[in-house]
């Protein structure tokens, strides 16, 4: 295994880095603020090919590989994780299923659509009731001639008020069976879909997270995603590679959270001296600079994996869990660092703090992550 980065995946980076640096720094405190989920970003981003990154050319979409995808996710992530989560939930989530799923005339019509940002994606697992355990979940699709009726609340969705189109799993069967659940696409137009209360959140703020909910709504069967019964062994696939972006995403924000101290802890003067003069702060870089390198081979790991076509699923979670959980400690770290300076919104340290958080939970918990590499290693 080769992880050298190649000319095109440094160009890539370079890409989003420069995206990120021109239109998403200079807005990413005031959208934090007002928890403003900025749209036309992702309008901007679909221009740059960035929310089709995985999506083959004959769809509209880029065509890259999950390497070249996890850079794009580090470097927005290192300016403003919201921003990083969203495309990671629109890219690997919504697209990711149809992509994995679909047949050609769904891929035909929501793939290039959504892989240019002319629609927004969502993906509904989670309910209220049923976060870890989603297999138990209550959203119901009941067959009527050749269509299908959908009831129920999706909560915690990225994008749930403002998606454009979303993949919805629903149960089908009997609660706790089996097989009892199926995934389908729901197009916001349809009557009887909305969105819903949306959350005011610790972090992650400039990345919307509502409700969707169905009353009654009315989906052709056309829209069905695969197999009935499929649905909640179709979302674990597709959670694999979902998961990569998210330790792509905890990266991002652990480097921008250590680049940032690394800046200040050479200018940042105490007792006639640098703070990083003091072994107290540079052991702390050098533990970030190894925990970083390291979450940075697992996910490496992983897309070579994918992108091979092998089994990831262990991979996949050991990349989430420790990515995740290094996010979290480096960036309380990087507030240590900036002292209480780092406890204001004046420097950046804090927002990382607080939206590195979200990693450790989204697209299921560390405790999840290591019940699913236990089951993988005791097989
Ligand atoms: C910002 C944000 C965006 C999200 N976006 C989406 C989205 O786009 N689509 C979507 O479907 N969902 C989304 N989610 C939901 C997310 O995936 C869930 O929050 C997550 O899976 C955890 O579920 P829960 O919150 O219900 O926690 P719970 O499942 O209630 O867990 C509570 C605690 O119990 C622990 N726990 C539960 N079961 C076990 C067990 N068996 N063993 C050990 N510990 C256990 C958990 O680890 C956790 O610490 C999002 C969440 C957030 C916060």
Same mark, same amino acid.
């Given at each position: 295994?080769?992880?050298?980065?190649?000319?095109?995946?440094?160009?890539?980076?370079?890409?989003?880095?420069?995206?990120?640096?021109?239109?998403?720094?200079?807005?990413?405190?005031?959208?934090?603020?007002?928890?403003?989920?900025?749209?036309?970003?992702? #309008?901007?981003?679909?221009?740059? !090919?960035?929310?089709?990154?995985?999506?083959?050319?004959?769809?509209?979409?880029?065509?890259?590989?999950?390497?070249?995808?996890?850079?794009?996710?580090?470097?927005?992530?290192?300016?403003?994780?919201?921003?990083?989560?969203?495309?990671?939930?629109?890219?690997?989530?919504?697209?990711?299923?149809?992509?994995? &799923?679909?047949?050609?005339?769904?891929?035909?019509?929501?793939?290039?659509?959504?892989?240019?940002?002319?629609?927004?994606?969502?993906?509904?697992?989670?309910?209220?009731?049923?976060?870890?355990?989603?297999?138990?979940? #209550?959203?119901?699709?009941?067959?009527?001639?050749? @269509?299908?009726?959908?009831?129920?609340?999706? *909560?915690?969705?990225?994008?749930?008020?403002?998606?454009?189109?979303?993949?919805?799993?629903?149960?089908?069967?009997?609660?706790?069976?089996?097989?009892?659940?199926?995934?389908?696409?729901?197009?916001?137009?349809?009557?009887?879909?909305? !969105?819903?209360?949306?959350?005011?959140?610790?972090?992650?703020?400039?990345?919307?997270?509502?409700?969707?909910?169905?009353?009654?709504?009315?989906?052709? @069967?056309?829209?069905?995603?695969?197999?009935?019964?499929?649905?909640?062994?179709?979302?674990?696939?597709?959670? @694999?590679?979902?998961?990569?972006?998210?330790?792509?995403?905890?990266?991002?924000?652990?480097?921008?959270?250590?680049?940032?101290?690394?800046?200040?802890?050479?200018?940042?003067?105490?007792? @006639?001296?640098?703070?990083?003069?003091?072994?107290?702060?540079? &052991?702390?870089?050098?533990?970030?600079?190894?925990?970083?390198?390291?979450?940075?081979?697992?996910?490496?790991?992983? *897309?070579?994996?994918?992108?091979?076509?092998?089994?990831?699923?262990?991979?996949?979670?050991?990349?989430?869990?420790?990515?995740?959980?290094?996010?979290?400690?480096?960036?309380?770290?990087?507030?240590?660092? &900036?002292?209480?300076?780092?406890?204001? #919104?004046?420097?950046?340290?804090?927002?990382?703090?607080?939206?590195?958080?979200?990693?450790?939970?989204?697209?299921?918990?560390?405790?999840?992550?290591?019940?699913?590499?236990?089951?993988?290693?005791?097989?």
């Amino acid at each position: 295994m080769n992880f050298q980065q190649s000319e095109l995946t440094q160009h890539i980076a370079q890409t989003a880095k420069d995206f990120a640096g021109q239109y998403i720094k200079p807005h990413l405190m005031e959208w934090d603020e007002s928890q403003e989920f900025p749209i036309h970003i992702f #309008k901007e981003m679909g221009k740059l !090919g960035l929310m089709g990154v995985l999506v083959p050319e004959q769809y509209g979409g880029s065509g890259l590989s999950y390497f070249e995808y996890s850079v794009i996710i580090q470097e927005i992530s290192k300016v403003c994780g919201s921003i990083g989560l969203s495309l990671a939930a629109h890219n690997s989530l919504c697209t990711g299923h149809i992509l994995a &799923f679909g047949n050609e005339a769904q891929k035909e019509k929501y793939l290039t659509k959504l892989a240019t940002a002319e629609f927004l994606g969502a993906w509904g697992l989670t309910e209220a009731n049923t976060g870890s355990d989603a297999g138990n979940m #209550k959203t119901t699709a009941i067959k009527e001639g050749k @269509d299908w009726i959908l009831n129920g609340t999706k *909560c915690w969705i990225t994008h749930g008020k403002s998606a454009d189109v979303a993949v919805v799993v629903c149960r089908t069967g009997e609660p706790r069976a089996k097989d009892n659940s199926t995934a389908f696409i729901v197009e916001r137009c349809i009557p009887g879909f909305s !969105g819903g209360k949306k959350e005011n959140k610790l972090g992650m703020r400039a990345s919307e997270t509502a409700e969707m909910i169905f009353d009654n709504c009315r989906i052709s @069967d056309t829209n069905r995603l695969g197999e009935v019964g499929a649905g909640f062994k179709q979302s674990m696939k597709v959670l @694999d590679g979902g998961r990569i972006s998210i330790a792509a995403l905890s990266v991002g924000i652990a480097k921008g959270a250590f680049e940032a101290s690394v800046q200040y802890s050479k200018e940042r003067y105490q007792f @006639d001296q640098p703070i990083a003069n003091f072994q107290g702060i540079s &052991f702390k870089l050098a533990d970030m600079a190894t925990e970083i390198a390291a979450a940075e081979l697992l996910i490496n790991n992983a *897309c070579y994996l994918k992108m091979k076509g092998l089994p990831m699923t262990k991979e996949a979670a050991m990349a989430k869990y420790y990515a995740s959980e290094v996010a979290v400690k480096v960036s309380t770290d990087a507030v240590q660092i &900036f002292g209480g300076y780092g406890y204001t #919104k004046d420097f950046p340290v804090e927002k990382f703090y607080r939206d590195s958080k979200l990693c450790t939970i989204g697209e299921g918990t560390s405790e999840i992550q290591k019940l699913v590499i236990s089951r993988e290693v005791l097989r």
